[in-house]
């Protein structure tokens, strides 16, 4: 079993339509959680950061996490076509290295 | 604020050679990370720099080595190059350990 696990979809919407993105982790030690956004051969965009379980939002972004049933997720509101990328759930571990999922390819159609 | 600046940003070279690839980090970031991301096995941790000392590495072959300089800049070397390195690797940094890493553009290699 992977430590991260995303689905790869690939993941079709209309735009203005909210997205759900979503990661699983294994290990309870995980302390932080980041979401990145990658554009075809690009680096990975750092789009949210946050370390405690609830929900952090910025602007159209909406970072979840839940320890307990240690999940994550990523709400996209209103998406746009400029949002069309893949999207990285990636997890700190003590090891003091981020483990990343294998990334959700997501298509916001005009 | 200037980003991760890593160079070159595109390389070619053949099998048994090597290669050495630079990253510049923001600037008063002192932890440098590398990553090497390919189609089949997504992004994987190689190695982590703090303070220029190697703080963590990941299960790659001893081929794979890297060091860091004291303005936090950092290098990787790649020797005896294997068509199966062709790779996009991307280099973070972050504040501290733990933190926001952020990533460079990569390089982009292709060994034929």
């Known amino acids: 079993q992977k430590e991260v696990e995303q689905d790869p979809g690939p993941l079709s919407v209309p735009e203005g339509a909210i997205v759900s993105l979503n990661c699983t982790y294994s290990n309870s030690a995980f302390q932080y959680f980041m979401w990145y956004r990658q554009y075809s051969r690009k680096g990975p965009e750092l789009l949210m950061y946050t370390y405690s379980s609830g929900n952090k939002e910025d602007g159209r972004f909406t970072a979840q996490v839940d320890k307990s049933s240690k999940y994550i997720s990523l709400f996209i509101r209103d998406s746009q076509p400029s949002d069309s990328a893949t999207y990285l759930c990636?997890?700190?571990?003590?090891?003091?290295?981020?483990?990343f999922g294998s990334g959700t390819r997501l298509q916001v159609q005009p | 604020k200037a980003g991760v600046t890593q160079t070159p940003r595109y390389l070619i070279k053949t099998r048994g050679q090597q290669v050495t690839l630079s990253c510049s980090p923001i600037s008063g970031h002192r932890s440098v990370s590398w990553y090497q991301q390919t189609p089949g096995q997504g992004l994987q941790f190689l190695f982590e720099?703090?303070?220029?000392?190697?703080?963590n590495k990941g299960n790659f072959p001893g081929r794979f080595s890297g060091r860091q300089f004291s303005n936090s800049r950092s290098e990787m070397n790649v020797s005896t190059l294997e068509l199966g390195d062709s790779a996009l690797y991307l280099c973070?940094?972050?504040?501290?350990?733990?933190?926001?890493?952020?990533f460079g553009q990569g390089t982009r290699l292709t060994v034929v």
């Open positions: 990636a997890i700190f571990t003590g090891r003091r290295a981020l483990t």
């Open positions: 720099y703090f303070s220029e000392t190697q703080r």
């Open positions: 973070a940094s972050s504040p501290k350990e733990g933190g926001e890493a952020f």
